[in-house]
């Protein structure tokens, strides 16, 4: 299983939210770049990053950040937030990107997730950020009236590279992951889901490693890795060992 650091990006800092909310905000670092050396150096294999900013703006807010990630770093780079145009994906996959996460065009344009998949295939993630069960948008700021395994099952034709699925009430609270809602999306499609959100300890990723076999190829860390309350080095030798 992989771990995924998580770089949320807003206002060129390094930050977390609680539960996606601007208005609770904690800045971790002045340098996302320095982060992510960090990271790698700590054994990571992916990076995780979100343009928050572009989340709440509906278009790409920090792109010269992101540029310089790139460039520091030689591990894979998975990217979302304000990605709505093609256009725009296309500019971060000539910057270099390995992977784009699609989310709020998943309910408000799914032409365009259609055609991205089908241009860059491989490489588009989707974003699926529940709150209790039903999917939220924008910035999770608007919340649909469509089901996590509902858009999950609709979009399996399209063969994105992965589903990320993210318990809203989790992010960001360090409450554990919601092991029975990403068994449930792994279970209901062929598709392979990164879990993400509550991530506190160790514990939570044992939790995850039995629905490896179902499908669930990763999960993504944020707060507990900045707090110093999980150590990245033995969450991917626990991830790698199974045990």
């Known amino acids: 299983m992989l771990i995924f650091p998580a770089i949320d990006i807003k206002g060129g800092k390094c930050v977390r ?3 996606g909310r601007a208005d609770q905000e904690t800045v971790f670092s002045d340098d996302p770049v320095a982060m ?3 990271w790698q150096a700590a054994g990571a294999k992916w990076l995780h ?3 928050l900013d572009g989340a709440f703006g509906a278009r790409p807010q920090n792109l010269e950040t992101i540029r310089r990630l790139r460039q520091a770093l030689t591990i894979p780079i998975q990217l979302g937030g304000g990605l709505r145009t093609l256009d725009t994906l296309a500019v971060y996959v000539d910057m270099g990107l390995d992977r784009l996460i699609l989310g709020t065009a998943v309910l408000k344009d799914p032409d365009l997730v259609a055609r991205a998949c089908e241009t ?3 490489r588009i993630a989707i974003g699926l950020d529940a709150r209790d069960g039903f999917l939220a948008v924008e ?6 009236q469509k089901t996590a395994v509902e858009v999950a099952r609709a979009l399996v034709p399209l063969k994105p590279a992965a589903l990320i699925y993210t318990d809203i009430s989790r992010d960001g609270v360090k409450r554990g992951v919601n092991v029975a809602a990403t068994k449930t999306l792994a279970q209901a499609v062929p598709l392979p889901v990164i879990a993400s959100g509550g991530v506190s300890s160790l514990k939570d990723i044992a939790t995850l490693l039995p629905l490896e076999p179902l499908g669930v190829i990763g999960v993504i860390i944020g707060r507990a890795l900045y ?3 999980l150590d990245l080095a033995a969450a991917i030798k626990l991830a790698q060992e199974g045990k």
């Open 139 to 144: 910035g999770w700021t608007e919340t649909s």
């Open 49 to 51: 990053v979100v343009d």
């Open 120 to 122: 860059y295939p491989g």
């Open 17 to 19: 939210l609680r539960q």
């Open 36 to 38: 992510g050396l960090k």
């Open 227 to 229: 707090d110093g309350s």
